[in-house]
């Protein structure tokens, strides 16, 4: 059990797929200007990570090793990662018109979100077990959520600061990124 808890805070916060490896940030800046769509975008996302981590587990172990055609992965999670998307998308908008236009394109972008697409060929790469694939995809969601739930708070008080003229906008929330960052790198010596 100590495994599966180090491979979910390594992933939420040591090897943070936004903050440590830079996977995600269309949304990190797109949607990250208002709290409420910050924390529902990272919600679908992780629930994104977790049904495709768990699919991708199945068809690399049960059809695409089997077979002996793992160099077809990137082509099955692709389709499997655009079907959860699309579902999503349906779901969302058919529950919640006002959540779905506040999204905008970054919804139907999840499907090219390299986030997702990167816990998945993690979790290969690492050769995890099923339940260690869920570890690395519930923490790299939590983690990705953390951070988008972080970066909409201060750039919410960053709308009423007194900001400069040329730092408004995405200037200073690339400068707050990269302070994000900083404060992440502290994390890294958690685990030993």
Do not use: H
């Not at 389709?79 to 139907?108: C, E, H, P």
């Not at 090219?112 to 697409?117: E, K, L």
């Not at 200037?171 to 958690?190: Q, R």
């Amino acid at each position: 059990m100590s495994g599966l808890l180090s491979i979910f805070v390594s992933m939420a916060l040591i090897n943070n797929l936004i903050l440590v490896q830079f996977l995600g940030l269309c949304p990190f800046f797109g949607v990250s200007r208002k709290m409420s769509v910050a924390a529902s975008m990272g919600l679908a996302v992780s629930a994104v990570m977790f049904i495709a981590s768990v699919a991708a587990w199945l068809i690399n172990n049960y059809i695409l090793m089997p077979l002996n055609i793992e160099y077809m992965n990137i082509i099955a999670y692709v389709l499997v990662i655009a079907t959860l998307v699309q579902l999503l998308d349906i779901f969302i908008k058919r529950t919640n018109q006002k959540l779905y236009n506040s999204f905008g394109i970054y919804l139907a972008l999840l499907v090219t979100n390299c986030a997702v697409m990167g816990i998945v060929l993690i979790n290969e790469q690492e050769a995890y077990t099923f339940l260690e694939s869920l570890a690395a995809a519930l923490g790299a969601g939590a983690g990705f959520t953390l951070v988008l739930v972080i970066m909409s708070g201060i750039r919410e008080r960053l709308v009423t600061s007194d900001v400069p003229k040329s730092m408004q906008g995405l200037p200073v929330a690339f400068l707050t990124a990269a302070l994000l960052v900083l404060a992440f790198y502290g994390f890294t010596g958690i685990l030993r």
